[in-house]
């Protein structure tokens, strides 16, 4: 066979990850010359000479041996002209042109084995380098600003490298080569000790020394990867109050990095998919059982049955445990309240220094946030909470590609922003609650990096229905800047397309939960059930929760009982209850005679559908959350409550006219308050909803010869919820889809309102 010059682009996750080495391994190995370089699209140019069967060979090597962290989504050859130009085969430099769009480079990746191991190896140039990286391994996402993923693109450049690193950064068999984060302790960042005012401590190990202030009880700020977190002894009552106090948190659980497997089993349930999940490249949080064992402080999750855990991911993780002996330090993302995570040390001084003792610093910025990711799993399926480092931004691949180029923008809490590209959603790292400018400029400044990374040309934003939200109003200003075309989409109906998209069902009968949602009524939604397609309105609304009412609107939301309050006072006099309970209103009796007042004039009484409320309600009822300190947090102590309860009411769920009715449900609860056990009734109400849910999902199934019913919104992060509809859905013979890629709850509302723009067969 006669000699052949090809070239063979390929894009997908192919930069930063080794990919190079691994092509010129491949040539060499098959005997074929060129070359292979990086694309400033993110994508990577192999040219090859050689006999045309080594050149299929080494097509297919490519596919079944890339490196564990690429991913090739496309592969294109084409022949051309010539041969024997090339001597060998060599690795040239990256070129700058951005042809194709849509590649990207990869997330931030937890230190692998080889370098842990370097890391305590006291013969290794590397030993006890905090930083320590390699292709395999290390930041990405958090340090680049432009493409192609070249050190001189990255927040690296300040650290020139020292004759060693360029050595083993030059050598193609190594495995530093082209390893953008190479350093050694001579020639790459430094960490350091400082005081809460900024002030320097010397100390020749800075970061062990760290690790004993946490443990003697201090509170320190340590810079990561993708921002600071704050961290703190888990055993030790005084710093985790004081940070409570200061971070003006009184509830809302800290995560914690423990030392080891080993160390969590001391105080956690873990299963073979949590540990899987603990120890994957990703490192996410993950929400585990707490054991009867359980033996860190209650502070850390209070009222909860789970507690956010994960493993050190960078070598100063690890560092911070050597020289203590605690099973975990507290490692939460230090942000102020409603705004996102710090990231430049000028910042963290201002903002930090009063809640803290010392800082941990080190002197790389950081170019992009990226909070920690956190998932818990139902059973062997994992669930997003929130899904950000070591996840985004690798896009999420569609069976179809969108007619158009759009960028969703999120809702309000939780927010996210995606890029729907071809067949590719790229979904950004949690953004956080967009409520002021701080929040708004960070959405603003995501979009236009995961803009630059992808090459995307944007056609078309989405935003919310809700005409008051900050990213409604960003969308409109996006579209009349940019003449771009905007499209809003219903909440629920997001929450659903996200649903259909990832498991490419065309037509799909949701079931929608959680606290809030924009009606296309301009009412308060939040249990729907909505018939999605893919057709011009895209969805039907077909039945839903009852109205409930909701006095005082955001009063009601944070205090709960007003919810209870309004429900009951539909088949009771609840005077008498709300005076014994006065105490629970912040201005007591007053409040309460105000408040009944209210309900029997209906001033100042909105209705709501939403299903988090009635969770809510229940949870005032029972006496296990009075006030809302944090986003879902009575629906999640009610779910916590009701781990291993037994449906004790077994009550028949009553539909009437397309809705379920909840009242008679509520005030059973109620009646039966000294009868029953707070776990029994609280799981009686969680069955009560969901099976009267997925019974109107199979009525309207059957009218509608639909094959699928999915669950969607912030509730289906629910275990009890999911599990109890999933069996009756089954029950009936009916397929059951929940979320895998996105987050159920509005983590994933950016994601639905692109696939809605973007496959929408008219425009609206
Ligand atoms: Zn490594
Ligand atoms: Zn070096």
Partial sequence: ????????????????????????????????????????????????????????????????????????????????KGKDEYQGFTISKSSSEAERAGSIIP???????????ELGDPKDPRYNYFFITCTNCGPRYTIIERLPYDRENTTMRDFPLCGFCQKEYKAPLNRRFHAQTVACPKCGPKAYLATNQGKPVQHKDPIREAGKLLSE?????????????IAASTTDETPLARLRQAKHRSQKPFAVMARNLETIMT??????????????????????????????????????????????????????????????????????????????????????GNAVDYFLFHDRQIAHRCDDSVLRMHGKRQV????????APTPIILREKTRRCIVGLGGELNDTSCILLENKAFVSPHIGDVENIETESFLRNTIEHLTRLTNSKIEAVACDL??????TKLAHQLAEENNWQLVRVQHHHAHIAALMAEHNIKEMMGICCDGYGYGTDGEAWGGEILLCTEETEGFKRLAHLEKQPLAGGDLATRYPLRVAAGV????????????????????????????????RKGFGVSETTSCGRVLDAIAAILGICYERTYEGEPAMKLESAAIDGKDVLSLEPTIENGILETTRMVYEVF????????????YSAHAYLARGLATLAIENVVKNDVKAIGFSGGAACNGILASIMRKTVKDAGLQFVVHSAVPPGDGGVSFGQAVVGGFLRHEP
Wanted: with cysteine; aromatic share 8%.
């Fill in 1 to 80: 066979m006669t000699a052949v010059r090809m070239k063979i682009e390929v894009t997908g996750i192919v930069q930063g990850v080794g990919f190079r080495p691994f092509v010129y391994r491949t040539a060499v190995k098959n005997r074929l010359n060129g070359y292979v370089k990086n694309k400033g699209d993110a994508g990577v140019e192999i040219i090859l000479e050689g006999k045309e069967h080594a050149i299929e060979t080494f097509l297919k090597d490519l596919k079944t041996e890339a490196p564990p962290l690429a991913q090739i989504y496309d592969t294109t050859k084409r022949k051309l």
């Fill in 107 to 117: 997330p931030d990746i937890a230190i692998c084995d080889d370098c842990l191991r």
């Fill in 217 to 229: 009880g201090n509170i320190l700020a340590i810079k990561g990867y993708g921002g600071f977190h």
């Fill in 267 to 352: 105080f956690a349930k873990v299963s073979k998919e949590e540990e899987r999940l603990l120890k994957s490249f990703a490192r996410p949080i993950i929400l585990l059982d707490k054991s009867k064992s359980y033996c860190l402080s209650d502070l850390i999750a209070p009222g909860l049955h789970n507690i956010g855990v994960m493993l050190p991911y960078t070598g100063l993780h690890y560092m911070l445990f050597d020289a203590v002996d605690d099973a975990a330090f507290v490692m939460t993302s230090a942000n102020p309240p409603n705004q996102p995570i710090v990231k430049d040390n000028e910042e963290a001084l201002k903002t930090l």
């Fill in 384 to 391: 997003f909470i929130r899904r950000s480092r070591g996840y």
């Fill in 466 to 471: 809700h005409p008051k939200f900050t990213t």
């Fill in 568 to 599: 009951l006072s539909k088949r009771m006099k609840i005077e008498d209850w709300l005076l014994e309970n006065a105490q629970r209103f912040p201005y007591g009796k007053k409040e309460t005679l105000i408040l009944v007042d209210q309900l």
């Fill in 671 to 682: 009646a039966n308050r000294e009868k029953y056990s707070k776990t029994d009734l609280a």
